[in-house]
């Protein structure tokens, strides 16, 4: 059964830093990997995929990879601002397309 | 990327009723899905909505207590029946745009069962 991991579970940094949320999967079957924004009560935007077959993919200040054979993935946020804070969710796509989610990392960027 | 609605965006409900949660989408799609999101908790997979045929179920989630409907290709209802408090969740549909786009969804259904 897959099961996926992130850390850490909540961060916490001044405006304007470099930061890196952290993905880990145990079974390296997946077809691609997707990475998720959720604002408090709200559903989920998605901000990047990357397939399988790719070593990362990047969207304006958002940059993740994929270590598929290690079973990790990263997500690096670039000079980050107070609109980024929100939970960040990874999940892996494997069989049937039913995607299993991560734990979740609650971002907080303060002024 | 498809639009997704849903309808109601919450609910707060008494025990032992059932509440229908429908997911709209602007476009023909062939596979939805239905996830529960418990508090404080990550995603959880409830089944995935196949048209003209019974949705799939995961483990630990059975047809009695969520009856998913799925009549066309644009539209699927989840019922959640006989609630509890414990159900008390967030309830998601999504769709699959296919191998270079993954999953999208829609913006929830806020359920609190007193």
């Known amino acids: 059964k897959q099961e996926v991991t992130q850390i850490p579970a909540a961060l916490s940094v001044p405006e304007g830093e470099n930061l890196v949320l952290n993905c880990s999967f145990t079974d390296s079957a997946i077809y691609n990997l997707q990475w998720f924004r959720q604002d408090p009560g709200k559903g989920l935007t998605s901000l990047l995929l990357i397939q399988s077959s790719q070593r990362e993919q990047t969207s304006g200040r958002l940059n993740a990879s994929l270590d598929k054979s290690s079973g990790r993935s990263t997500l690096y946020i670039a000079a980050s601002q107070p609109g980024d804070s929100a939970t960040y969710l990874c999940?892996?796509?494997?069989?049937?397309?039913?995607?299993?989610f991560g734990t979740g990392t609650q971002l907080k960027v303060e002024l | 990327s498809a639009v997704i609605s849903q309808k109601p965006s919450r609910d707060i409900c008494q025990r032992g009723t059932s509440l229908t949660i429908q997911c709209q989408v602007d476009?023909?799609?062939?596979?939805m899905f239905w996830y529960r999101q418990q508090p404080g908790q990550s995603l959880t997979l409830i089944a995935t909505a196949n048209q003209g045929s019974e949705a799939t179920y995961e483990s630990g989630f059975v047809i009695d207590k969520f009856p998913i409907s799925r009549p066309n290709l644009t539209f699927s209802t989840l019922t959640v029946s006989n609630m509890s408090p414990e159900d008390s969740s967030i309830y998601l549909c999504?769709?699959?745009?296919?191998?270079?786009?993954?999953?999208?969804f829609g913006p929830g259904t806020r359920l609190t069962v007193l």
């Open positions: 476009s023909q799609v062939t596979m």
């Open positions: 999940a892996v796509t494997g069989g049937g397309n039913k995607l299993t």
């Open positions: 999504s769709v699959d745009q296919g191998s270079q786009m993954g999953q999208y």
